[in-house]
């Protein structure tokens, strides 16, 4: 846990000035950050505004994902809009139901931006504005999809009520009690946001951007509000990040068509296997983990499964940080992206020592398996061509 | 007049490529170690206990989930793990993740795979689309014939309420295991087939038991994007051998991102919705005070389908909380010759995953040119025109109501179990006939 706080605290303190967290304590509106490259993707800062509407503790919020603050009757398709959005690294607009810590329902505009890195185009920071609704909105009930709900045209329902009716089955209508608005709701199942709401996000987070492209500026690792370069090789879209993130185990993925061969994804698991800090093994070859006792003709195997574009399974002498040695059982397997083509290596490894055998859960081996197949999945998925949904 | 047509079977087991030669083989192991008496003596497998949720919301609490980690996660570690290990074993007919997809530029972002290689050897083969209910044929290829090895594990309700793990567990014959078995023809990553009380021979036909574990893999899985999926006989059911369908993709799919428009709500909570700006008419259920409540609801409209001959497809999202319900008649169509040659020359059949538009292509060419117009002509010719689906409807309804009626009548009644348990069973062999009797019975009774 200590660790992953330490990141929060980086997440901020890397890309900007030390008064950053002061500075955006300064903007009176209801907003988080979240960072996607933190497995679990993380809240890394809370605004005043924010907590007070939520009405939990900044400790209750930072480190956890946004999603704690939905609840029964959150919509599934808003959630979904949302988690698309992050998916294809765009922003989103959408009316949400969250939940305060009292448990009670709220309803709100929810307007969130990818923040990019200026140098290499990636998502450094996720911001979402929380305007509250006020409720005195128009509603339109019956209808879950907020934009255009009010257009529908009542034919729909009117003759499908009309056909279990003409079979006079009085009954029939008083079981079903068809008059859903005769029942009272406790809170609307749709909510419209104003023009006034809308404004307001926007200016919002135009604020909080020129906040943080200022703080940037000052640590001249600059960030913007649009992409303006496109990542280049080696990199790990946001989306991939956040998949690869839920992953507990140990592995690392290796971009077998950069030059050497180098890391461009090392899990948590890993760095807590090896001692490793993470930006002293991305962008590295995998030899970092490679001693005086490694077994060349290991690695050699190690070499021709890549080339051959094949699984393996080996036992190997490795390397911590502080020159500690280990057996490692290492899977390596070739993941394809959703061309068909393959765009890494996974390798996830196991310390020989610590495989336990309790009998209750599941095999180590099933364990690097499984690992190798959601890395499969993250991969193949988060390479769809995304672009096409509306934004 | 009896209505059949042509098609390449998928093939889902190693084992259905043989059936042809297929004889009856007596006990002491036919050699394939299958699931049949002759080799399912002191077999193992793993055993997956799931721990029974009542509510339908507990998963998403506010306060999020006090529960402590289960001893295995279900869907990362167990079905992903066994899964991979069944394709480095070699088990399946190719390798999906070397299939090219892509989602189609539109509103809804049709998803396109091309797949070449799943249709591949299998000559077409006669299918009768007429009848949805057909006896199970123990002469045919079923579940109990495939190999152990294509089996992951068994699924079944935890008896003391915690999720339980059981690497090796003895197949417990009495009592016919459910077991989550993979596809060898699978369209994406861990595409599994979860079949129900195996040894028991069900042909494929939804009940409420069945259709409940159904539900309840969706929600142990926990993930939005590990769908279920369930065919009839007449919409592209090719076994029929009661099973369901499972992958993992992690996009939304197009029917999921449709609108809807909200019909009632039943007095358990369960609410029910109508389609809109979809190519193919369906229902949507979702909500209910239980994921029982919710379960019983869509069983009863597929019942009633079945009952009335009604082809359908059955799509699990959002982890069992939302479940669309889409009768067809492509198949009719297709055996009436009233479907284009070029939508046929496609040879996309329109199942579960194709309706939800995840669209499975043969040939290159549809692949390239595949496009949000494409997707959208073929799936209107798989929808019921709308006089048809407000028929339909109304007797879904018809049978939702019952089901009720029921449920209110024996709210009063003290001992309620047993009684259920029996106007269900009627309820269930008379709903052939619409309008039953036993409807204005029960209301009497009130
Ligand atoms: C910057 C940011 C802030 C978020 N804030 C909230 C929030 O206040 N309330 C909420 O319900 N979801 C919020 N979310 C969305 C969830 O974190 C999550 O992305 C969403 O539930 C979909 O992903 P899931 O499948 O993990 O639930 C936020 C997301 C981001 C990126």
Redesign the pocket.
Known sequence: MDSKLRLIQQSLNTRYSEWIREALDDLPDN????D?SISG?P?VFASRG?LKM?RYSREEVIGQ??????GPK?NPRT??E??EA?REERGVEVS?L?YRKDGTPFW?L?H?RPVFGKEDGRVI????V?VPISTKQRRNGGVSLSEDGSGLNEVVFGSCRKEVDSDSLLELRRVLSLDSGSKVLDIEETCKASDFEERRAATAFNNILSVLTHCSELTGRLVCGKRCSVPGAGYVSSSLN?SLGRIKQSFVLIDPHLPDMLIVYASDAFLRLTGYDRHEVLGHNFRVLNGVDTDTSTLHQIKESIQTEQACTVRILSYRKDKSSFWNCLHLSPVRNASGKIAYFVGVQIEDDCKNRDGHGLSPEMRQLSAVGAVKVAVRTSSISAGSSKS | MMLRIKRVPTVLSNYQKDEAEETARRSGGCGKNCLRSCCIPGAKLPLYAFKKVTNTQSEKGVRGNENKEPPVAFLDSLVLGEWEDRMQRGLFRYDVTACETKVIPGEYGFIAQLNEGRHLKKRPTEFRVDKVLQPFDGNKFNFTKVGQEEVLFQFAASEDGEVQFFPNAPIDVENSPSVVAINVSPIEYGHVLLIPRILECLPQRIDRQSFLLALCMAAEAGN?YFRLGYNSLGAFATINHLHFQAYYLAVPFPIEKAPTRKITTLSDGVIISELLKYPVRGLVFEGGNTIQDLSDTVSDACICLQDNNIPYNVLISDCGKRIFLLPQCYAEKQALGEVSPELLDTQVNPAVWEISGHMVLKRRKDYDEASDENAWRLLAEVSLSEERFREVNALIFEAIAIGETIAETLLDEPDTKTQSLEIENAITKSSHRPMVAGTHECLVLQ
Request: glycine share 4%; net charge positive; hydrophobic share 55%.
């Open positions: 907003f988080t950050i979240t996607p993707h809240i924010f939520s994902n946004g999603k704690i603050f939905q959150t959630v979904m949302i988690r992050i949400l969250n709100m929810f969130m920071h996720f911001v979402a929380q956040i | 939005p």
